[in-house]
């Protein structure tokens, strides 16, 4: 992308606008708005000043002034009507949890914003001159700028080696021994990331560590070609067998809330455990750095 470039992307859909040669154009600087603060705050009884409570920060709206430009009548309808309906967000919009991506390159960072398109508001006073105004909304899930890139690691299962019984032995017994592998990651941007974790089979009772901060545990069984993913992010909020039906009920009661697994930037150590004969089971441990800014 270039500098001053912005793009609303999601299925089936990518509309690019920005600089003075594109069709669609800022008449001036985005106003990135900010973030609604909700906070506990109680009044002191019978005292002056407040006790804090929590503060919790919502989703900041980005709004744009835009140009939207022809070589006549025709042209700048036509280009005016492709933005409308790429900001109808028909793709998403009807789908709990479904969020389009608004990417921009600022003083050469590119950044992520996560949300919907909202308000469109078209002036075509001038249209007969192949000129239309617009304002437009798009509503972020929250208040942070993600990177461009998806950073990823891939842990796998090694069966030790040797084999037999050893005893004492207890029931259940087992010939199989459960496996572990860790790997090192590196989070860096400026705020916690939010991990997304793909588990892919065959495993039993596969778990996921960051060592110092959290371990995930699922009580069940992934075949070869089965998959889960648990993700945290805000907008998803899941744990998805092979994409489709919730395998949440087979998290643990010691594992952490979906809310609770952001990483602050740093070095960790991710380890991925479970049951698996044949040693093929991985999990891919995805990531994007986090901003206050863009």
Not at 11 to 20: H, K, L
Not at 130 to 142: E, I, N, R, S
Not at 143 to 163: K, M, N, Q, S
Request: no cysteine.
């Amino acid at each position: 992308m270039r500098d001053g470039e912005y793009e609303l992307r999601f299925p089936g859909t990518s509309v690019t606008w920005g600089p003075a040669d594109l069709p669609i154009v800022n008449m001036s600087a985005p106003d990135l708005g900010d973030a609604e603060v909700r906070d506990d705050d109680e009044d002191r009884p019978r005292e002056d000043g407040r006790a804090f409570g929590q503060d919790f920060r919502g989703g900041r709206s980005i709004t744009f002034e835009l140009g939207v430009f022809g070589d006549d009548e025709a042209e700048a309808r036509a280009t005016l009507a492709g933005l409308a309906q790429a900001w109808r967000g028909d793709a998403v919009r009807r789908t709990p949890g479904a969020v389009a991506e608004l990417r921009m390159r600022h003083a050469g960072r590119e950044r992520i914003v996560y949300g919907r398109p909202r308000r469109f508001a078209s002036n075509e006073t001038e249209i007969g001159e192949g000129v239309a105004l617009v304002v437009a909304d798009f509503a972020a899930t929250d208040d942070l700028f993600y990177g461009p890139a998806e950073h990823t690691r891939d842990v796998g299962l090694v069966p030790p080696l040797g084999g037999g019984l050893t005893g004492t032995l207890a029931a259940p017994l087992t010939t199989t021994a459960t496996s572990d592998r860790s790997a090192g990651v590196t989070v860096g941007g400026a705020l916690a990331a939010w991990p997304v974790l793909t588990i892919r089979g065959p495993v039993t009772n596969p778990v996921v560590e960051v060592v110092g901060l959290w371990r995930l545990e699922l009580r069940t069984t992934l075949a070869h070609d089965s998959t889960v993913t648990i993700d945290p992010r805000p907008w998803a909020r899941s744990v998805l067998l092979n994409g489709g039906g919730s395998l949440a009920g087979a998290l643990t009661r010691t594992s952490p809330r979906l809310a609770a697994m952001a990483i602050p930037p740093g070095a960790y150590e991710v380890a991925f455990r479970g049951t698996d004969a044949t040693g093929t089971s991985s999990v891919r441990f995805a990531w994007r750095e986090t901003f206050p800014t863009p």
